[in-house]
Nanobody, 125 residues
Framework: QVRLVESGGGLVQAGDSLTLSCTNI????????VGWFRQAPGKDREFVAC????????KHADSVKGRFTISRGNAENTVHLRMDHLRDEDTAVYYC??????????????????WGQGTQVTVSS
């Protein structure tokens, strides 16, 4: 079975940078679509960024555009989320997700069949 594991979360100061990683340690997927989502206390889960599986092109939410970058790692089974210029409002649990379809940009959580357990990112000012 597919098993996604996030790492790299932590407590940082506003303005700092952090890189999250998502690794599939289970059944391999062929060119999956991969997304990052986040959920702050009392709020809905929201889309952050995604990679289109077929060609590796990316899409970022307006709230993080220019500050966050999603990318594939050197290993086929890893995706990173580089977060620069972090703000208080970026504080949330960050989740990675994967879908076996790689033909589109998937910005809705319902499009993803596989999810990690989440990693906490806390930004203090």
């Amino acid at each position: 079975q597919v098993r996604l594991v996030e790492s790299g979360g932590g407590l940082v100061q506003a303005g700092d940078s952090l890189t999250l990683s998502c690794t599939n340690i289970g059944r391999a997927l062929n060119r999956p679509g991969v997304g990052w989502f986040r959920q702050a206390p009392g709020k809905d889960r929201e889309f952050v960024a995604c990679i289109r599986g077929n060609d590796g092109n990316t899409k970022h939410a307006d709230s993080v555009k220019g500050r966050f970058t999603i990318s594939r790692g050197n290993a086929e089974n890893t995706v990173h989320l580089r977060m620069d210029h972090l703000r208080d409002e970026d504080t949330a649990v960050y989740y990675c997700a994967a879908t076996e379809s790689g033909r589109d940009y998937y910005t809705r959580a319902s499009a993803y069949a596989y999810w990690g357990q989440g990693t906490q990112v806390t930004v203090s000012s």
